[in-house]
Each structure stands twice: as structure tokens, then as C-alpha cells.
């Protein structure tokens, strides 16, 4: 008899589990270019049936994380998603330190600036300056970008530990036809022998035509995110690809003043 209550609860919590993980998939939809879903997109964008969809949305829409449109049936992400995310922010001592550093970056190459991490599938920006807005992204925090089209995806790839860079090509594989992941790995190839040669990776028109986005990753402490620094600058004058040295260098100093930053900075201590 107990074994069969054993069994019976482990099956609710596998249940509960399961629909946690697709409750959050279901927010994880939403971001800067699609504001608004229905529950036919976010069916299609997460592979669940619309119906568990429209109940995972109504469950959603009651406990404050997404906000509905009677008029139109279609969601937007609630306050409830801004109030999980201020103690993160507010525990961020990296935005302390590193604006001066980025905002000297994105005015000196005209161009955007950003120290992002992983996310599963998606690479979220933690801070970000912009002198030029070349990506037309409207760069800040919280902004992302999938992680197998993005250079700060590469860069991380490149900078990961053995296991963590196997859990996330296992990830990757997982949610990729064939042919898109065989591309991929050859990209992060690509991009792992020119950063041996260079010390830094870059993109042409991968994110948007006529840019080009440089990138690598960060110092860290053993159990800390990696953290990746990128810039994006226009392609569409001629005269940038002169310039393309003088970039590498700000980005290489740049990145040499917030890893020293990071080298002495402690996070909050844990309560």
C-alpha cells in the first residue's frame, strides 16, 4: 500500500513538474520583436497543443504574468514577469560597474555595446549601451536573442567549460532538425579557430545585413555566470572595414578593464 502511495505522488510531482516547465516555456515566447501572442502562435512557437496552451495561458493570465486582450484574445507578459526579475537586477552588482566601460565602447566604435549570458536557447542582455542602435533592437536589459544566432552565443561556446558546452550542444541538438544543428557546429568551429589565432570572434550580417558584431567571453569565479562581451557597428560605409583593427583593440581594452573590475568585485553575499 505504501508503495503504491509512493508511486502515485511521485507521478503528481512529475506531473507538476512537467507543467511548470511548459508554463515557463510559454513566457519564455515573448520578447522585443513579438510583444504580443495568441495562443495559435505560442502553440506553434512551443510545440504544446492548444489546448494545454490555452489553459496554460489562462493560469497565466490569473496569477499576473500575462495580461489578456478581450478584444483581441491575444497576450502580452504581465507585471507579475517585472516583479520575479527585480531581485535579480537589483542583485546584479555587474551594472555598477561596467557602464562607464560600455558606454565609452558604443561612442567610440558608434555602435552598440552589450555584456550578455546564457539562457538555455537564448542569450539575455544584463546591461547594454547604444550610440548607434545599428541592430534595430532598441538594446537594454532583459533583451534576447536566440542562442544559435547570435555571436555572444558563439563567444560562449568558446569560453564554456567542457561540460557545460556538452549540455548545451545537447540542448541545442534536441530543439534543432539535422540540418540546422550541422550548420551551427560548423559556425562555432569556424569561429573556435579564428578566436585561437585572434583572441576574439566576428560576425558579418549574422543578426542583421550590413552589420558586423564582435565578441568574447569574460574573466569568472568558479560558480559565477559567464558573461560575454559584444559590440555591433555598421558595415554599410565602406570605411569601417579600415577601421575594423582600431574596433578589436577597443574591445580587447574594454574587456581588460571590466575583467579587472570583475576580478575585485564580490557579489552580494548570500542571505
Not at 126 to 142: C, F, H
Amino acid at each position: 500500500m505504501e508503495s503504491h502511495t509512493s508511486s502515485k505522488d511521485r507521478g503528481r510531482k512529475d506531473q507538476l513538474t512537467t507543467t511548470l516547465e511548459r508554463g515557463l516555456r510559454v513566457l519564455q515566447c515573448f520578447d522585443s520583436r513579438d510583444l504580443i501572442l495568441s495562443n495559435s502562435e505560442i502553440s506553434k512557437r512551443t510545440n504544446l497543443p492548444k489546448a494545454t496552451v490555452s489553459r496554460l495561458t489562462h493560469t497565466l493570465v490569473r496569477l499576473g504574468y500575462l495580461r489578456l486582450n478581450p478584444e483581441n484574445g491575444q497576450f502580452i507578459l504581465g507585471i507579475g514577469v517585472l516583479s520575479l526579475g527585480y531581485p535579480l537586477n537589483a542583485g546584479m552588482f555587474l551594472k555598477q560597474i561596467s557602464s562607464t566601460h560600455l558606454k565609452e565602447l558604443a561612442h567610440k566604435i558608434d555602435g552598440t555595446a552589450t555584456i550578455s549570458v546564457r539562457d538555455h536557447l537564448r542569450i539575455v542582455s544584463l546591461k547594454s549601451e547604444s550610440a548607434n542602435d545599428v541592430l534595430k533592437r532598441s538594446p537594454g536589459i532583459g533583451l534576447s536573442l536566440p542562442f544559435c544566432g547570435s555571436t555572444a552565443g558563439l563567444a560562449w561556446l568558446i569560453g564554456a567549460t567542457e561540460d557545460e558546452r556538452k549540455k548545451a550542444i545537447q540542448e541545442l541538438h534536441y530543439h534543432s532538425n539535422d540540418v540546422e544543428f550541422t550548420s551551427y557546429i560548423n559556425k562555432y568551429k569556424t569561429a573556435l579557430k579564428f578566436y585561437i589565432k585572434h583572441g576574439y570572434i566576428v560576425t558579418h550580417n549574422l543578426v542583421l545585413q550590413d552589420t558586423s558584431v564582435y565578441a568574447k567571453h569574460l574573466h569568472r569565479k568558479t560558480g559565477e555566470e559567464l558573461l560575454l562581451l559584444s559590440c555591433a557597428v555598421s558595415t554599410r560605409n565602406e570605411s569601417i572595414k579600415s577601421k575594423e583593427g582600431a574596433i578589436v583593440q577597443i574591445l580587447e581594452k574594454t574587456a581588460e578593464n571590466i575583467n579587472a573590475d570583475l576580478k575585485k568585485t564580490r557579489p552580494p553575499p548570500a542571505l
